[in-house]
């Protein structure tokens, strides 16, 4: 991997690329060149080149790209290989969809638990996942470390709770509560805004409708 900072916007591909390259090899596709990667994934050649020769030369001019190496490669940037632990805070919808997706434990994360504060939740097996009261989550903590603290409470208490994690030597937050963390050197948050992401689509969906109602109409008479 390249000594040199990546930038963000390639980071923010790279799940695409590792998601693209795992695909090809389960069809068993063994080597691809960056024009037909791009094309499957709406990038250009260009792009393509640009963005993997962030991690170093991997690919061979009329050869292309060997796709089970390149996933590996990304996947190691991607800090896959290894097994994370999570613990999830709120058992509600989110919640419990983080804690059934099979994709995450396909690629090693692990819920260990799930806190709340409703009764009716305290003390049930979710997905095969046990909840606990929440006011023990920095108890579990110490004796159960976690590499990944997953935040899907209402926004009042998101902040709270991130403090508790972190003070339990939690290092990674995924934020759904709608809401910015505010995280201390040493600790990495992402704050995952649903709404922002369906407000995308409402502007492309407009802008795309309004392209339509601009176009010249079909004159049936001509």
């Known amino acids: 991997m390249a000594a040199h900072r990546i930038s963000d916007a390639v980071i923010r591909r790279l799940p695409g690329y590792y998601r693209y390259l795992r695909e090809l090899e389960k069809v068993g596709i063994t080597r691809i060149s960056s024009q037909e990667l791009g094309a499957r994934m709406g990038l250009t050649a260009s792009q393509i080149r640009q963005d993997i020769n962030c991690f170093g030369t991997l690919g061979q001019q009329g050869y292309g790209y060997n796709v089970a190496e390149l996933r590996a490669h990304i996947g190691g940037i991607l800090g896959l290989g290894r097994k994370y632990e999570m613990v999830i805070a709120g058992a509600g919808n989110i919640g419990q969809a983080v804690a059934w997706y099979p994709g995450f434990s396909q690629r090693g994360f692990s819920p260990a638990a799930m806190f709340d504060v409703k009764p009716d939740l305290i003390g049930r097996v979710i997905r095969g996942v046990p909840v606990y009261n929440v006011t023990e989550l920095r108890a579990f903590l110490e004796e159960h470390p976690a590499d990944i603290g997953v935040i899907a409470t209402p926004a009042r208490v998101a902040q709270q709770v991130a403090q508790q994690m972190i003070e339990g030597g939690v290092r990674a937050l995924w934020n759904f509560a709608p809401m910015d ?42």
Request: charged share 20%; glycine share 2%; no cysteine.
């Open 181 to 222: 963390l505010k995280v201390p050197e040493g600790v990495v948050a992402n704050n995952v805004h649903l709404t922002d992401s369906l407000l995308v689509l409402t502007y492309r969906l407009h802008q795309m409708e309004a392209r339509e109602e601009a176009a010249p109409q079909n004159n049936l008479d001509a």
